[in-house]
Protein backbone atom coordinates (compact mmCIF):
# COMPACT_ATOMS: atom_id res chain seq x y z
CA UNK A 1 0.00 0.00 0.00
CA UNK A 2 1.41 3.37 -0.84
CA UNK A 3 1.38 5.73 2.54
CA UNK A 4 -0.82 8.74 2.48
CA UNK A 5 0.91 11.69 2.83
CA UNK A 6 -0.26 14.25 5.38
CA UNK A 7 0.34 17.87 5.02
CA UNK A 8 1.48 20.04 7.88
CA UNK A 9 0.23 23.84 8.36
CA UNK A 10 2.74 26.11 9.30
CA UNK A 11 1.56 28.13 12.21
CA UNK A 12 0.67 31.73 11.15
CA UNK A 13 2.42 34.08 13.28
CA UNK A 14 2.57 37.16 11.44
CA UNK A 15 -1.59 37.99 11.90
CA UNK A 16 -0.90 37.55 15.93
CA UNK A 17 -1.23 40.73 18.25
CA UNK A 18 2.24 41.22 19.59
CA UNK A 19 2.59 41.71 23.16
CA UNK A 20 -0.85 39.66 23.52
CA UNK A 21 -1.49 37.57 26.26
CA UNK A 22 -3.98 34.95 27.34
CA UNK A 23 -5.55 37.29 29.99
CA UNK A 24 -5.59 40.39 27.23
CA UNK A 25 -7.08 38.00 24.89
CA UNK A 26 -10.14 36.96 27.03
CA UNK A 27 -10.96 40.48 27.93
CA UNK A 28 -10.68 42.25 24.85
CA UNK A 29 -11.48 39.84 22.67
CA UNK A 30 -13.96 41.11 19.67
CA UNK A 31 -17.55 39.71 20.21
CA UNK A 32 -17.21 39.08 16.45
CA UNK A 33 -14.08 38.09 16.14
CA UNK A 34 -11.21 38.56 13.76
CA UNK A 35 -8.06 40.29 14.71
CA UNK A 36 -7.85 43.90 16.50
CA UNK A 37 -4.62 46.06 17.30
CA UNK A 38 -3.79 46.45 20.60
CA UNK A 39 -4.37 50.33 20.83
CA UNK A 40 -8.56 49.43 19.54
CA UNK A 41 -10.83 48.77 22.54
CA UNK A 42 -13.32 45.93 21.43
CA UNK A 43 -16.66 47.23 23.26
CA UNK A 44 -16.17 51.09 22.33
CA UNK A 45 -13.35 51.42 19.86
CA UNK A 46 -12.15 54.22 21.71
CA UNK A 47 -7.80 54.60 21.79
CA UNK A 48 -6.03 53.05 24.50
CA UNK A 49 -2.66 53.92 25.42
CA UNK A 50 -0.13 51.70 23.25
CA UNK A 51 1.97 49.43 26.20
CA UNK A 52 5.22 49.91 24.70
CA UNK A 53 4.51 53.67 24.88
CA UNK A 54 4.16 52.89 28.70
CA UNK A 55 7.00 51.18 28.66
CA UNK A 56 9.18 53.84 27.11
CA UNK A 57 7.53 56.49 28.48
CA UNK A 58 6.86 58.29 25.19
CA UNK A 59 3.92 60.38 24.73
CA UNK A 60 2.72 60.54 28.36
CA UNK A 61 0.32 62.96 27.96
CA UNK A 62 -2.00 60.53 25.93
CA UNK A 63 -3.24 58.79 28.99
CA UNK A 64 -4.54 62.32 29.85
CA UNK A 65 -8.19 62.54 29.86
CA UNK A 66 -8.44 66.15 28.88
CA UNK A 67 -12.25 66.26 27.34
CA UNK A 68 -13.65 67.13 24.39
CA UNK A 69 -15.04 70.50 24.90
CA UNK A 70 -13.33 73.72 24.34
CA UNK A 71 -14.05 74.61 27.82
CA UNK A 72 -11.85 72.26 29.16
CA UNK A 73 -9.34 72.32 26.32
CA UNK A 74 -8.55 76.06 27.17
CA UNK A 75 -8.77 75.29 31.13
CA UNK A 76 -6.15 72.70 30.48
CA UNK A 77 -4.16 75.02 28.39
CA UNK A 78 -4.02 77.58 31.27
CA UNK A 79 -3.48 75.12 33.83
CA UNK A 80 -0.16 74.52 31.58
CA UNK A 81 0.72 78.22 31.47
CA UNK A 82 -0.24 78.58 35.36
CA UNK A 83 2.88 75.96 36.33
CA UNK A 84 5.39 77.06 33.49
CA UNK A 85 4.87 80.67 35.45
CA UNK A 86 5.29 79.51 38.42
CA UNK A 87 8.56 77.38 37.65
CA UNK A 88 10.04 80.20 36.32
CA UNK A 89 8.83 82.73 39.11
CA UNK A 90 10.70 80.30 41.78
CA UNK A 91 14.33 80.71 39.48
CA UNK A 92 16.78 82.69 41.74
CA UNK A 93 17.24 86.26 40.71
CA UNK A 94 19.81 87.79 38.43
CA UNK A 95 22.57 89.18 40.24
CA UNK A 96 25.26 92.04 38.92
CA UNK A 97 27.92 91.41 41.29
CA UNK A 98 31.17 92.63 39.55
CA UNK A 99 34.33 93.93 40.83
CA UNK A 100 36.86 96.56 39.00
CA UNK A 101 40.31 95.68 39.74
CA UNK A 102 42.89 98.44 38.77
CA UNK A 103 46.40 97.40 38.17
CA UNK A 104 49.46 98.24 40.34
CA UNK A 105 51.53 100.29 37.59
CA UNK A 106 50.15 102.21 34.69
CA UNK A 107 53.03 100.57 32.32
CA UNK A 108 52.05 97.33 31.11
CA UNK A 109 55.27 94.76 31.19
CA UNK A 110 55.01 93.00 27.94
CA UNK A 111 56.33 89.10 28.44
CA UNK A 112 59.49 88.58 26.77
CA UNK A 113 58.81 86.31 23.62
CA UNK A 114 60.88 83.13 22.99
CA UNK A 115 62.67 83.29 20.41
CA UNK A 116 64.63 80.27 20.61
CA UNK A 117 61.81 77.96 20.42
CA UNK A 118 59.72 79.56 17.51
CA UNK A 119 59.98 78.34 14.40
CA UNK A 120 59.48 80.56 10.88
CA UNK A 121 57.49 79.56 8.47
CA UNK A 122 58.94 77.86 5.18
CA UNK A 123 57.43 80.72 2.93
CA UNK A 124 59.28 83.63 4.81
CA UNK A 125 62.27 81.07 4.75
CA UNK A 126 62.11 80.63 1.57
CA UNK A 127 61.96 83.96 0.15
CA UNK A 128 64.29 85.41 2.70
CA UNK A 129 66.87 82.80 0.79
CA UNK A 130 65.93 83.97 -2.54
CA UNK A 131 66.38 87.56 -1.67
CA UNK A 132 69.99 86.83 -0.49
CA UNK A 133 70.82 84.39 -3.62
CA UNK A 134 69.64 87.30 -5.69
CA UNK A 135 71.27 90.17 -3.98
CA UNK A 136 74.29 87.44 -4.01
CA UNK A 137 74.33 87.30 -8.14
CA UNK A 138 73.59 91.14 -8.42
CA UNK A 139 76.96 92.01 -6.47
CA UNK A 140 78.94 89.21 -8.52
CA UNK A 141 77.44 90.27 -11.50
CA UNK A 142 78.98 93.86 -11.26
CA UNK A 143 82.17 92.83 -11.50
CA UNK A 144 81.41 90.65 -14.29
CA UNK A 145 81.93 92.19 -17.84
CA UNK A 146 79.45 94.76 -19.43
CA UNK A 147 78.29 92.10 -22.48
CA UNK A 148 77.44 89.84 -19.95
CA UNK A 149 75.72 92.43 -17.41
CA UNK A 150 73.73 93.41 -20.13
CA UNK A 151 73.38 89.98 -22.27
CA UNK A 152 74.76 91.36 -25.40
CA UNK A 153 76.09 88.75 -27.92
CA UNK A 154 79.75 87.91 -27.82
CA UNK A 155 81.40 85.69 -30.22
CA UNK A 156 81.49 81.77 -30.29
CA UNK A 157 85.25 81.43 -30.62
CA UNK A 158 87.44 82.93 -29.00
CA UNK A 159 90.39 83.83 -31.31
CA UNK A 160 94.15 84.48 -30.14
CA UNK A 161 95.16 86.00 -33.21
CA UNK A 162 94.73 89.61 -32.23
CA UNK A 163 97.33 89.07 -29.60
CA UNK A 164 100.95 89.69 -31.18
CA UNK A 165 103.45 87.21 -31.40
CA UNK A 166 105.48 86.25 -27.95
CA UNK A 167 108.92 86.32 -29.94
CA UNK A 168 108.29 89.56 -32.16
CA UNK A 169 111.65 91.89 -32.24
CA UNK A 170 109.98 94.77 -32.89
CA UNK A 171 109.85 97.22 -30.23
CA UNK A 172 107.13 98.22 -28.66
CA UNK A 173 105.99 101.98 -27.57
CA UNK A 174 104.03 102.85 -24.62
CA UNK A 175 101.11 102.55 -26.89
CA UNK A 176 101.62 99.25 -28.26
CA UNK A 177 102.58 98.11 -24.43
CA UNK A 178 99.07 99.29 -23.16
CA UNK A 179 97.21 98.12 -26.13
CA UNK A 180 98.77 94.28 -25.48
CA UNK A 181 97.61 94.72 -21.80
CA UNK A 182 94.20 95.53 -23.01
CA UNK A 183 94.32 92.60 -25.34
CA UNK A 184 95.56 90.36 -23.37
CA UNK A 185 92.48 90.92 -20.31
CA UNK A 186 90.05 90.81 -23.18
CA UNK A 187 91.42 87.59 -23.65
CA UNK A 188 91.11 86.47 -20.16
CA UNK A 189 87.62 87.81 -19.79
CA UNK A 190 86.48 86.01 -23.04
CA UNK A 191 87.47 82.31 -21.67
CA UNK A 192 86.48 83.40 -18.04
CA UNK A 193 82.46 84.44 -19.58
CA UNK A 194 82.91 81.26 -21.84
CA UNK A 195 83.08 79.07 -18.68
CA UNK A 196 80.81 80.25 -16.18
CA UNK A 197 78.55 82.52 -18.65
CA UNK A 198 78.42 80.40 -21.70
CA UNK A 199 76.98 81.98 -24.81
CA UNK A 200 74.08 80.00 -26.50
CA UNK A 201 75.35 78.23 -29.45
CA UNK A 202 73.51 76.92 -32.35
CA UNK A 203 72.83 73.27 -33.04
CA UNK A 204 74.38 73.70 -36.48
CA UNK A 205 77.86 75.20 -35.27
CA UNK A 206 78.03 72.42 -32.15
CA UNK A 207 77.62 69.94 -34.87
CA UNK A 208 80.71 71.30 -37.01
CA UNK A 209 83.15 71.51 -34.19
CA UNK A 210 83.79 75.13 -34.41
CA UNK A 211 83.48 76.36 -30.36
CA UNK A 212 86.64 75.51 -27.91
CA UNK A 213 85.77 72.92 -25.11
CA UNK A 214 85.33 73.89 -21.62
CA UNK A 215 88.58 71.80 -20.60
CA UNK A 216 90.85 74.43 -23.11
CA UNK A 217 88.80 77.37 -21.66
CA UNK A 218 90.15 76.23 -17.96
CA UNK A 219 93.81 75.16 -19.15
CA UNK A 220 93.97 78.98 -20.51
CA UNK A 221 92.71 80.27 -17.39
CA UNK A 222 95.33 78.35 -15.12
CA UNK A 223 98.48 79.46 -16.94
CA UNK A 224 96.47 83.60 -17.20
CA UNK A 225 94.20 83.87 -13.92
CA UNK A 226 91.16 85.65 -14.13
CA UNK A 227 92.01 88.51 -11.60
CA UNK A 228 88.99 90.26 -9.86
CA UNK A 229 88.65 94.18 -8.45
CA UNK A 230 86.76 95.58 -5.49
CA UNK A 231 84.23 98.06 -6.30
CA UNK A 232 86.05 100.73 -5.10
CA UNK A 233 88.95 99.86 -7.89
CA UNK A 234 85.98 99.53 -10.37
CA UNK A 235 84.44 102.97 -9.75
CA UNK A 236 88.31 104.39 -9.91
CA UNK A 237 88.78 102.75 -12.69
CA UNK A 238 85.65 104.15 -14.63
CA UNK A 239 86.12 107.83 -13.30
CA UNK A 240 89.56 107.82 -14.87
CA UNK A 241 87.98 106.27 -18.30
CA UNK A 242 85.05 108.81 -18.17
CA UNK A 243 87.66 111.95 -17.83
CA UNK A 244 89.89 110.54 -20.50
CA UNK A 245 86.75 110.49 -23.12
CA UNK A 246 85.91 113.47 -22.26
CA UNK A 247 89.46 114.97 -22.80
CA UNK A 248 89.31 112.83 -25.90
CA UNK A 249 86.16 114.09 -27.36
CA UNK A 250 87.56 118.12 -26.36
CA UNK A 251 90.73 117.58 -28.31
CA UNK A 252 89.05 115.60 -31.44
CA UNK A 253 85.91 117.45 -31.55
CA UNK A 254 83.50 114.88 -30.95
CA UNK A 255 81.40 116.32 -28.12
CA UNK A 256 77.91 117.43 -30.21
CA UNK A 257 77.74 114.44 -33.25
CA UNK A 258 74.68 113.70 -34.71
CA UNK A 259 73.52 110.85 -35.63
CA UNK A 260 74.53 110.71 -39.34
CA UNK A 261 78.13 111.36 -38.44
CA UNK A 262 77.33 107.88 -36.16
CA UNK A 263 76.06 106.27 -39.62
CA UNK A 264 78.67 107.67 -41.84
CA UNK A 265 81.46 106.42 -39.64
CA UNK A 266 79.48 102.81 -38.71
CA UNK A 267 79.66 102.51 -43.01
CA UNK A 268 82.91 103.34 -43.23
CA UNK A 269 83.88 100.70 -41.29
CA UNK A 270 81.35 97.91 -42.21
CA UNK A 271 82.85 98.49 -45.78
CA UNK A 272 86.76 97.54 -44.21
CA UNK A 273 84.95 94.52 -43.20
CA UNK A 274 84.33 91.18 -44.75
CA UNK A 275 82.49 87.45 -43.66
CA UNK A 276 84.14 84.62 -44.94
CA UNK A 277 81.48 81.95 -45.78
CA UNK A 278 83.92 79.46 -45.94
CA UNK A 279 85.70 80.12 -42.54
CA UNK A 280 82.53 81.41 -41.20
CA UNK A 281 84.33 84.54 -39.37
CA UNK A 282 85.05 88.29 -39.97
CA UNK A 283 88.36 89.27 -41.96
CA UNK A 284 89.54 92.51 -43.43
CA UNK A 285 88.37 92.90 -46.98
CA UNK A 286 91.95 93.94 -47.84
CA UNK A 287 93.37 90.29 -47.25
CA UNK A 288 90.18 88.75 -48.87
CA UNK A 289 91.02 86.88 -52.21
CA UNK A 290 88.30 87.76 -55.07
CA UNK A 291 86.92 83.79 -54.53
CA UNK A 292 85.93 85.23 -50.96
CA UNK A 293 84.58 88.76 -51.99
CA UNK A 294 82.44 86.91 -54.69
CA UNK A 295 81.26 84.25 -52.00
CA UNK A 296 80.80 86.77 -49.48
CA UNK A 297 78.47 88.84 -51.63
CA UNK A 298 76.17 85.76 -52.45
CA UNK A 299 75.82 85.17 -48.79
CA UNK A 300 74.70 88.78 -48.27
CA UNK A 301 72.09 88.67 -51.46
CA UNK A 302 70.75 85.41 -49.87
CA UNK A 303 70.56 87.28 -46.60
CA UNK A 304 68.98 89.92 -48.07
CA UNK A 305 66.51 87.82 -50.25
CA UNK A 306 65.46 86.02 -47.37
CA UNK A 307 64.93 88.93 -45.42
CA UNK A 308 62.44 90.54 -47.93
CA UNK A 309 60.55 86.98 -47.95
CA UNK A 310 60.09 87.24 -44.37
CA UNK A 311 58.88 90.63 -44.75
CA UNK A 312 56.60 90.33 -47.86
CA UNK A 313 54.95 87.44 -45.50
CA UNK A 314 54.68 90.21 -42.82
CA UNK A 315 53.25 92.60 -44.92
CA UNK A 316 50.67 90.11 -46.65
CA UNK A 317 49.06 88.71 -43.38
CA UNK A 318 49.06 92.82 -41.94
CA UNK A 319 47.11 93.73 -45.09
CA UNK A 320 45.14 90.60 -44.51
CA UNK A 321 43.98 91.48 -41.02
CA UNK A 322 43.56 95.46 -41.80
CA UNK A 323 41.85 93.90 -45.17
CA UNK A 324 38.97 92.35 -42.47
CA UNK A 325 39.02 95.08 -40.28
CA UNK A 326 38.49 97.63 -43.14
CA UNK A 327 36.15 95.84 -45.57
CA UNK A 328 32.80 97.51 -44.61
CA UNK A 329 35.02 100.96 -45.50
CA UNK A 330 36.70 100.00 -49.11
CA UNK A 331 33.22 98.75 -50.26
CA UNK A 332 31.70 102.35 -49.08
CA UNK A 333 34.39 104.28 -50.58
CA UNK A 334 34.12 101.97 -53.43
CA UNK A 335 30.37 103.19 -53.87
CA UNK A 336 31.01 106.93 -53.22
CA UNK A 337 33.40 107.19 -55.98
CA UNK A 338 31.84 105.64 -58.49
CA UNK A 339 28.98 107.78 -57.64
CA UNK A 340 31.52 111.07 -57.47
CA UNK A 341 32.78 109.74 -60.88
CA UNK A 342 29.29 110.02 -62.00
CA UNK A 343 28.84 113.45 -61.04
CA UNK A 344 32.30 114.40 -62.62
CA UNK A 345 30.52 113.08 -66.07
CA UNK A 346 27.27 114.95 -65.61
CA UNK A 347 28.75 118.20 -64.89
CA UNK A 348 31.22 117.73 -67.74
CA UNK A 349 27.96 116.72 -69.63
CA UNK A 350 26.11 120.02 -68.47
CA UNK A 351 29.30 122.33 -68.87
CA UNK A 352 29.17 121.54 -72.67
CA UNK A 353 25.38 121.86 -73.46
CA UNK A 354 25.39 125.38 -71.56
CA UNK A 355 26.93 127.06 -74.40
CA UNK A 356 25.54 124.80 -76.89
CA UNK A 357 21.91 126.03 -75.37
CA UNK A 358 22.85 129.27 -74.87
CA UNK A 359 24.18 129.76 -78.83
CA UNK A 360 20.94 128.75 -80.07
CA UNK A 361 18.98 131.25 -77.78
CA UNK A 362 21.08 134.27 -79.24
CA UNK A 363 20.13 132.68 -82.37
CA UNK A 364 16.41 132.41 -82.36
CA UNK A 365 16.25 135.71 -80.50
CA UNK A 366 18.17 137.65 -83.64
CA UNK A 367 16.04 135.54 -86.49
CA UNK A 368 12.58 137.02 -83.99
CA UNK A 369 11.59 140.22 -86.10
Known amino acids: MTPQWEIVT ?24 GFHTPNLDGNSGAVAPTPIHHKLSINSEE ?35 YEIVVPDSEEEIEAPVDTANSVDDQADVDTRYLAELKAKRELEMQSRSQPVQRDLLRPMEVTMTVLRPPHADTPLTELHKAEKLIKREMITMLHYDAVYSPPVIPAETKKRGQVRSQAQHLAYLEQHPYETYSQDQLAQAHAVLQREMKVVKQSMGHEDLSLESYTQVWEE ?59 GFQSRAQVLIKQRHDLYEQTEQAQLELPTFNFLQCQEMAAIP
Not at 278 to 299: C, F, G, L, M, W
Request: charged content about 25%; aromatic content about 4%.
Open 63 to 97: GVVVGHTPQTMHSYQRQLKEQLLSGLNSLPAPRND
Open 269 to 327: CLAHILFLTSQNRYTHASVASKKDRIESQEKCMEQNRGHMTREAKRAAKIEKKLKILTG
Open 10 to 33: TPNTVLATPFRSQRSDALHAPAGG
